[in-house]
């Protein structure tokens, strides 16, 4: 059975960090495209970050580009988001997702998601 299960989010002031980690169950993480994506009420859920089976790759929304890092675990088969330099605009519902079916690594065709993890960054 494929379980995700989301944790780290909270709220943090503008500036701020925070690390969110994905604990997967179930299958083998490192032998599936994984990724993070956040949703706003009314608003599409966003790519925000992926990775590619074994690390090889990542790819991140232009809008986090350099200041979130997608990363794994595969000891833990955990994957891990480390968020810097959070602004107000990042406040969204953030969710794992896992196992890519097609189309583009930012996409949202992923047979996988967690339940989600509120971050939310204040001025």
């Known amino acids: 059975q494929v379980q995700l299960v989301e944790s780290g989010g909270g709220s943090v002031q503008a500036g701020g960090s925070l690390r969110l980690s994905c604990a997967a169950s179930g299958f083998t993480y490192s032998r599936k495209w994984m990724g993070w994506f956040r949703q706003v009420p009314e608003k599409e859920r966003e790519g925000v970050a992926v990775i590619s089976p074994g690390g090889g790759a990542t790819f991140y929304a232009s809008s986090v580009k350099g200041r979130f890092t997608i990363s794994q675990d595969s000891a833990k088969n955990t994957m891990y988001l480390q968020m810097n330099s959070l602004k107000p605009e990042d406040t969204a519902m953030y969710y794992c997702?896992?196992?890519?079916?097609?189309?583009?690594?930012?996409?949202?065709?992923?047979?996988?998601w967690g339940q989600g993890t509120e971050v939310t960054v204040s001025s």
């Open positions: 997702a896992a196992d890519l079916r097609g189309g583009a690594p930012l996409g949202d065709a992923y047979t996988y």
